[in-house]
T-cell receptor
Framework: GESVGLHLPTLSVQEGDNSIINCAYS??????FIWYKQESGKGPQFIID?????DKRQGQRVTVLLNKTVKHLSLQIAATQPGDSAVYFC???????????FGAGTTVTVRA | SQTIHQWPATLVQPVGSPLSLECTVE??????LYWYRQAAGRGLQLLFY??????ISSEVPQNLSASRPQDRQFILSSKKLLLSDSGFYLC??????????FGEGSRLTVL
């Protein structure tokens, strides 16, 4: 089965609020994690990544948190906007592996 | 940055017909190339990956095959499509372990 999964398949957020999307992984050997955003009918787009030697990384309006103790990854989106509505996937790999394993995705819907 | 081109974008095929989906990559050389399939409302399943011309690794047994005739060209094929082959097919590229760059996808409907 998949080694990466998301806690909730859907998330509804009020515009302007912060969003938190969670992901659990089971492979303790994984040391590279990445979040993708997929809009309807399009290919996934890179949001942010993090390596296992870090526990937090920030981008523009996004923050990824990594808790290796409980094998948990989260994506925080600040001041969620309608354009943030999409499916969000976490993925993991090992640094010497060319393959990413993806979770099932969380559908985020932003309410106006 | 890398650009991934996929075509056709949409395809409707009868059961038993052949399939050819093509992917080309710009902006990089000697990439690792991947074919993923995404069923409706589901995650991405890795079908094939290639680290070089003529080198194909299959991740799951299936009715599909892949070929890499040129460095930046990756083709997904089938001799006889099944209903279960319907889905959204994504080509991706990477330079070593790490971030994948995805194409816009090819939606296949088998009737």
């Amino acid at each position: 089965g998949e080694s990466v999964g998301l806690h909730l398949p859907t998330l509804s957020v009020q515009e302007g609020d912060n969003s938190i999307i969670n992901c659990a992984y089971s492979n303790s050997a994984s040391d590279y994690f990445i979040w993708y955003k997929q809009e309807s009918g399009k290919g996934p787009q890179f949001i942010i990544d993090i390596r296992s030697n870090m526990d937090k990384r920030q981008g523009q309006r996004v923050t990824v948190l990594l808790n290796k103790t409980v094998k948990h990854l989260s994506l925080q989106i600040a001041a969620t906007q309608p354009g943030d509505s999409a499916v969000y996937f976490c993925a993991e790999s090992r640094s010497n592996d060319y393959k990413l394993s993806f979770g099932a995705g969380t559908t985020v819907t932003v309410r106006a | 940055s890398q650009t991934i081109h996929q075509w056709p974008a949409t395809l409707v095929q009868p059961v038993g017909s052949p399939l050819s989906l093509e992917c080309t990559v710009e902006g990089t050389s000697n990439p690792n190339l991947y074919w993923y399939r995404q069923a409706a409302g589901r995650g991405l399943q890795l079908l094939f990956y290639s680290v070089g011309i003529g080198q194909i690794s299959s991740e799951v047994p299936q009715n599909l095959s892949a070929s890499r005739p040129q460095d930046r060209q990756f083709i997904l094929s089938s001799k006889k499509l099944l209903l279960s082959d319907s889905g959204f097919y994504l080509c991706a590229s990477s330079q070593g372990p790490g971030e994948l760059f995805f194409g816009e996808g090819s939606r296949l409907t088998v009737l």
